[in-house]
């Protein structure tokens, strides 16, 4: 918890000191490309998860 916290910090200062030097957001600025950087941890999640399987499929 303490890391999603740290996680959230570190992205509003970051988010704040882009804001102020009006420079473009560092991440996507809509609902659906949030959507796509979780599909993309959930694909990543699912793969870990399935590997042991996969190469045991490979032998």
């Known amino acids: 918890m303490k890391v999603v ?3 959230i910090l570190t992205g509003f200062i ?3 000191v882009f ?3 009006k420079l473009p957001i560092p991440a ?3 609902f659906a490309g949030i959507a ?3 599909g993309i941890y ?3 999640k699912a793969f870990s998860w399935a590997q042991p399987m996969i190469e045991s499929m490979m032998k």
């Open 5 to 7: 916290l740290l996680a």
């Open 19 to 21: 804001a102020l030097f």
């Open 42 to 44: 959930l694909g990543f």
């Open 36 to 38: 796509g950087i979780i």
């Open 14 to 16: 970051v988010g704040f």
């Open 28 to 30: 996507p600025p809509a």
